[in-house]
């Protein structure tokens, strides 16, 4: 039996792209709706020519996808679980695309200076924060209220992009007989020390302990990976500390369509 064409499921909106993909899935769901004894009505409503669409049927009756049975053409079994998938696919795909494009007309940052009602100013992120300072940039609109220094201000006729650096995140681990040695207290005490202004978490209890010991810097101890994803994505870079088996666990965390820049380190000093 012929196999089916790739399925646009592969790939999502992607998959469209292979010649004639659209014009399958068309073809089968409006086979698999609506009675259809001849092919002009189909190519009619899909605005395509009758040539057009008796190419396509051909080509999935070739793969087992479509058939003209009892006067009328129809997928099979197959050609419906195939459409089901196909579609399921594309949706998700939208889905997921759509949730990640925010249609954003005003926002709220703080002002970095004095700024008067419709000022132009650039809009940056400055250690996480949103900041509106006058002048132009990638990044720009007009402030819709006048602000002082430090306070939020709301900004409208908003154009461009934030640019956005994913900051990153250093991990750092320790073998767990370490966790007893107080080396290991001052190797930690280093790497804070050497560590850019950001987050810093402990994953873990042992973590936790030889950080409170090491510096008195708050920390993070619940939802790391969280904290650090999101961290990362406002272009804040974090330093987390973890107990060398518990690393899985940490990493696990970062599971996600778009993980954070992740480097692991273990740290210096003896482990005894």
């Given at each position: 039996m012929p196999r089916p064409p790739r399925l646009p499921a592969d790939l999502g909106l992607k998959g469209l792209r292979r010649a004639g993909a659209v014009s399958e899935i068309l073809f089968l769901f409006e086979c698999a709706t609506?009675?259809?004894?001849?092919?002009?009505?189909?190519?009619?409503?899909?605005?395509?020519?009758?040539?057009?669409?008796?190419?396509?049927?051909?080509?999935?009756?070739?793969?087992?996808?479509?058939?003209?049975?009892?006067?009328?053409?129809?997928?099979?079994?197959?050609?419906?679980?195939?459409?089901?998938?196909?579609?399921?696919?594309?949706?998700?795909?939208?889905?997921?695309?759509?949730?990640?494009?925010?249609?954003?007309?005003?926002?709220?940052?703080v002002a970095g200076s004095r700024l008067s009602k419709d000022a132009s100013v650039a809009l940056a992120l400055e250690g996480g924060t949103l900041v509106a300072r006058r002048g132009t940039g990638p990044s720009r609109g007009r402030t819709l209220e006048a602000a002082r220094s430090g306070e939020l201000v709301e900004v409208g006729h908003l154009e461009g992009i934030v640019p956005v650096a994913p900051g990153p995140v250093a991990v750092w681990t320790f073998p767990d007989p370490a966790s007893r040695a107080p080396a290991t207290v001052a190797a930690i005490a280093g790497v804070v020390g050497d560590a850019p202004e950001g987050l810093l978490a402990a994953f873990g209890l042992e973590a936790a302990v030889l950080l409170g010991r090491a510096t008195r810097r708050p920390f993070v101890r619940f939802g790391v990976a969280a904290a650090a994803a999101e961290a990362s994505a406002l272009g804040?870079?974090?330093?987390?500390?973890?107990?060398?088996?518990?690393?899985p666990r940490l990493l696990g965390g970062f599971d996600r369509v778009h993980p954070p820049p992740v480097t692991t380190r273990p740290l210096a000093g003896p482990t005894d």
């Open positions: 609506e009675a259809t004894p001849k092919l002009q009505p189909i190519a009619a409503r899909l605005g395509l020519t009758v040539q057009a669409v008796s190419h396509t049927y051909r080509q999935l009756r070739r793969n087992g996808l479509a058939e003209h049975r009892n006067g009328l053409y129809r997928p099979t079994v197959r050609g419906v679980a195939w459409l089901h998938t196909a579609l399921s696919a594309l949706r998700d795909d939208l889905s997921d695309r759509w949730g990640r494009l925010d249609v954003v007309r005003t926002c709220r940052a804040v870079p974090a330093t987390i500390v973890v107990r060398a088996p518990d690393l």
